[in-house]
């Protein structure tokens, strides 16, 4: 699937092994996937080598922690009949892709992500200054090309990783992309399609470049994206040719903003490991209600006569994600008037929370008993992932003359 349109179908996102998965990923991350897979070529991997960048001193909870993840993703619906699920590290083009990327990437594009200054900072007790460590977004660059995948999910806060992503390919298809009598291939690539179907892309092409049309572009995608009788080096060529560039060798993504699914932690911040406000996906009951019993509160509300505001009382972040109406209406009269208590505000989301990690753990514990299934789904997944990454690099070392 080398066309351009056709990428628009295949989405790649990934995750780090870095630790025990919390709810802030189930509903920041896994809930989305799990939608996804039912509507595009889905690709979900285990992006160990990125979490050497930041723990490369003691790569020993690597191993584990990958296929503690597997099993929840597993878990928490991503089904390896519909996405393909695999491992970086198994699939070796992406650092041959790397590689090739680090030769043509500017400095200064990397010490300019926004992200990189911002870890920096966050990352002061680690020793971050690794080529490793900058060089990280140039390596999900080419996690992202090496499939030619059209959309990755994120949030608005890693939108600049994709435009990064974009500018790389740019790059690449400028430099790469200018083979000789590339016109004279394009028009005899448009011969191919047949006297109609020519003579709509003709059309659509003009349509485009002389006015500006994006409807003419996305039809004529379209169109090159269903014709059969061109071979994959005439589509690419014909999408470069389209747009007035040269050939297209690696596609440049669009980012699928997921909807923001901000899951607060314990604390009221984002629930995130470096803050510790975590609730584990494999929490016990004892643990979850230890953890909640325990939060902050309004300090407002001292005594239990004391009125409160929910506003500003981490626990009313948890009504918001798991309560319905007539919950928060109770909660909001009882918290103002003081007519509940903190801990009889807690016990609906402790109900809740307990009530959604039960399914969840269930299917845990029974991928956790069957691990050759997983590897096996894992195994399977890293095939079809290095055919398509084979594909991608077969056509890079042929338009940077490796291919001898």
Known sequence: MAA????????????????RLHLGHYHGVLKNWVEL?????????????????????????????????????LAAGVNPGEATLFVQSRVPEHA????????????????????????????KERDVSTDGFLGYPLLQSADILVYRAGLVPVGEDQVVHVEFTREVARRFNHIYGREPDFEQKAEQAVKKMGKKNAKLYKG?????QEQGDDEALHAARALLDSQKNIGISDRDRLFGYLEGGGKVILPEPQP??????????????????????????????????????????DPARVRRTDPGNPEVCPVWQFHEVYSDEDVKDWVQQGCRSAGIGCIECKQPVIDAVLA???????????????PDLVRNIINDG???AREVARETMDEVRHAMSLNY
């Open 4 to 19: 351009v349109a056709a990428q628009h179908a295949r989405v790649l996102s990934g995750m780090r092994p870095t630790g």
């Open 37 to 73: 897979q039912h509507e595009y070529q889905c690709y979900f991997f285990v992006a160990d080598w990125h979490a050497l960048t930041t723990h490369y001193d003691d790569p020993s909870m690597v191993p584990q922690s990958t296929w503690d993840m597997v099993i929840d993703w």
């Open 96 to 123: 041959e892709l790397h590689l090739l990327l680090s030769m043509i990437t500017p400095l200064g594009w990397l010490e300019r992500v926004p992200t990189y200054q911002d870890q920096q900072e966050k990352l």
């Open 204 to 208: 659509y092409r003009r349509a485009y």
């Open 256 to 297: 699928l903003l997921t909807e923001a699914a901000r899951m607060p932690g314990l604390d009221g911040q984002k629930m995130s490991k470096s803050y510790g406000n975590t609730i584990p996906l494999d929490a016990s009951v004892d643990e979850v209600e230890k953890q909640m019993r325990t939060m902050p509160t």
């Open 356 to 370: 959604e990690l039960k399914p969840i753990q269930a299917r845990t514990s029974e991928y956790a008993e069957q």
């Open 382 to 384: 890293c095939e079809r």
